[in-house]
Nanobody
Framework: QVQLQESGPGLVKPSQTLSLTCTVS??????????WSWIRQAPGKGLEWMGV???????NYSPSLKSRTSISRDTSKNQFSLRLTSVTPEDTAVYYC????????WGQGTQVTVSS
């Protein structure tokens, strides 16, 4: 059973960088052909896909967030991470990491609030 767990600060100040890590257990992030994504849901809004890192380290980002987003990985720790720069209160959301390859697996989500 694959499990994902998000971790990171729950409060970030405007203009700062949001950093989250997803720790994966029960399977390797380098296993072909799995893909691993970050997805968020702002209050009262739908799910928003932010970006993905593939088993081979390739990345792809939402066009609307591409200029502020980067996803990286640490294969030795079986983790992948999200960095979102220049955050504003509009980036307040529950952030999920997920294996976006059938079958999908989701983390429980972590609330991140952007506020001074």
């Amino acid at each position: 059973q694959v499990q994902l767990q998000e971790s990171g600060p729950g409060l970030v100040k405007p203009s700062q960088t949001l950093s989250l890590t997803c720790t994966v257990s029960g399977g390797s992030i380098t296993t072909s052909y799995y893909t691993w994504s970050w997805i968020r849901q702002a209050p009262g809004k739908g799910l928003e896909w932010m970006g993905v890192i593939s088993y081979d380290g390739n990345t792809n980002y939402s066009p609307s967030l591409k200029s502020r987003t980067s996803i990286s990985r640490d294969t030795s720790k079986n983790q992948f991470s999200l960095r979102l720069t220049s955050v504003t209160p509009e980036d307040t959301a529950v952030y999920y990491c997920a294996r976006t390859f059938s079958p999908w697996y989701w983390g429980q989500g972590t609330q991140v609030t952007v506020s001074s």
